[in-house]
């Protein structure tokens, strides 16, 4: 059998405050994206796992909290309205561009959703195992996810979001990657869009909005752990504004 080395190249980790709000850098990369056959809870779109290789960049320490938004919007749009340090929710693709370019005409400029393959790297956070944290994930004390079923009813589920940072962070320093909300990034949708990249991609992003779908990454407080894995892919209409939806920045270097 064919034994591929890992090739994370390791971040450079620092971090900055951009506009009051904390980012870590991390210098670029070369990494495995999407996940191998066999992997628990596997979909079809998570394959084949390919390799990628992107620039450094910034990308938000947290998922933007109701305090962010507010600051820069006026309005919170959030559901779960318990206070500034938890996660704006409720917010769709769109709107999410009106933030940006509002973010962006205050001040610094510069911010954007980061492209799948960022946020694929950032999460994995130099790992390759289903989580940045292992094989699996505890909903006591590692994510905030639907950690029940009809089968073990005792399991937890928070039935909300939770303050940013609340958990631990990855091995990169960011939290929240896995659950609390699910996130936008800057890719449209398309189910085979891995099949379609070229070896070695430099900076992939899918432009082609045939499927008129938006992607969606990191599962939410709604999810199950299966859907909070690093490789899988969410999708939703860029009009959407459920209350497990949020999103979180980056910038370019």
């Not at 980790?13 to 670029?28: C, N, Q």
């Not at 400029?109 to 994995?124: D, K, M, V």
């Not at 990034?185 to 045939?210: E, G, H, M, T």
Request: charged share 25%; aromatic share 12%.
């Amino acid at each position: 059998m064919l034994i591929i080395p890992p090739l994370w190249a390791g971040a450079g980790i620092e971090e900055r405050e951009f506009a009051g709000m904390p980012f870590v850098h991390l210098s670029g990369g070369c990494f495995w994206m999407g996940s191998p056959v066999g992997e628990a809870g596997r979909d079809i779109d998570e394959g084949p796992r390919h390799e990628v290789c992107l620039d450094g960049f910034w990308i938000g320490r947290h998922e933007v909290t109701q305090g962010e938004w507010l600051r820069v919007m006026g309005n919170n749009p959030a559901h779960f309205g318990v206070s500034e340090h938890h996660p704006v929710e409720r917010v769709s693709w769109v709107d999410v561009q009106k933030y940006i370019l509002r973010l962006n005409e205050s001040g610094e400029g510069g911010f954007r959703l980061p492209t799948e393959a960022e946020w694929e790297y950032a999460a994995r956070a130099g790992t390759e195992s289903p989580f940045a944290f292992g094989a699996s994930l505890d909903a006591g004390k590692q994510a905030n996810f639907r950690d029940q079923t009809l089968l073990h009813p005792e399991g937890i589920f928070r039935r909300t979001t939770t303050p940013v940072e609340r958990f631990p962070p990855n091995g990169w320093g960011l939290f929240d990657m896995h659950g609390n909300v699910t996130e936008w990034v800057a890719d449209w949708y398309l189910v085979d869009f891995y099949s379609k990249s070229s070896p070695r991609q430099k900076n992939p992003i899918c432009n082609d909005s045939s499927s008129g779908l938006r992607v969606l990454r990191g599962g939410s407080w709604y999810d199950k752990a299966v859907n909070l894995r690093a490789a899988d892919r969410g999708w939703s209409t860029p009009d959407n504004r459920h209350v497990s939806i949020g999103l979180r920045l980056a910038r370019s270097e």
